[in-house]
């Protein structure tokens, strides 16, 4: 079975431009959560989508966003790109969303801003 | 102003030690938690969980504890193994359920020969 995927694996973009990320989870998962993963901030939750909804939003502005497909894959998108938003970027997907159960994630996509 | 960076905790052990890692958590109504593992250039990798209503669970060479009364949370990790060394992550769920984490800030753990 293979593991969640995401693309590309590294991206150089530059401030102001913008960026989609894709991650594709494991067949049959419905539950894809993003986070972002920095040095300075660690791993922190940014959304998660269940059936091409946006069910939880974290902290972040609204140039974050994101989107679910019908086949569970799923999109994120930054826009107007700063400096600060380098960062690594995990997908996890989860079978059902439900009730503990555990999250797998990605290898993620690393983001550098210049 | 500039970020600073996570003061990480390490933790180093001799080989064939055993390793113990704690978490303070932070969500008394977290009921579900879980270790992730970390190595470099990759994603976390489950390690091993456990719910609210448990204080204890075991797993292949690791044991997690949990103590709610004081929201900490401790892995154990037996006879540890080089290939141990990584960055370990302790989660918790405000939901009841891994879509949706709240991570700690990691502890290195580095297996000396």
């Known amino acids: 079975k293979a593991g969640v995927t995401q693309t590309p694996r590294y991206l150089i973009k530059t401030r102001g431009q913008q960026v989609t990320l894709s991650c594709s989870p494991i067949s049959g998962h419905r539950s894809v959560s993003w986070y972002q993963q920095t040095p300075g901030q660690g791993l922190q939750f940014l959304f998660e989508y269940f059936s091409e909804t946006q069910r939880n939003k974290g902290n972040f502005p609204g140039r974050f966003s994101g989107r ?44 550098t801003v210049v | 102003g500039e970020s600073v960076g996570l003061h990480l905790p390490t933790l180093s052990v001799q080989e064939g030690d055993n390793s113990i890692i704690n978490c303070a958590y932070s969500n008394s109504a977290s009921d579900y938690f879980i270790w992730y593992k970390q190595e470099s250039g990759k ?71």
């Open chain 2, 43 to 113: 994603g976390p990798q489950f390690i091993i969980d456990i719910r609210s209503n448990m204080d204890k669970r075991q797993g292949q060479r690791v044991t997690v504890l949990l103590n709610k009364t004081v929201k900490h949370l401790s892995l154990q990790i037996a006879a540890t193994q080089p290939g141990d060394s990584a960055v370990y992550f302790c989660a918790e769920s405000p939901l009841g359920s891994a879509r949706q984490l709240t991570f700690g800030s990691g502890t290195q753990l580095t297996v000396l020969p």
């Open chain 1, 68 to 111: 679910q497909f019908s086949n569970s894959r799923s999109e994120m998108n930054v826009s107007t790109l700063e400096l600060g938003d380098s960062a690594l970027y995990l997908c996890a997907s989860n079978p059902m969303g439900g009730m503990n159960t555990e999250a797998f994630f990605g290898q993620g996509t690393r983001l």
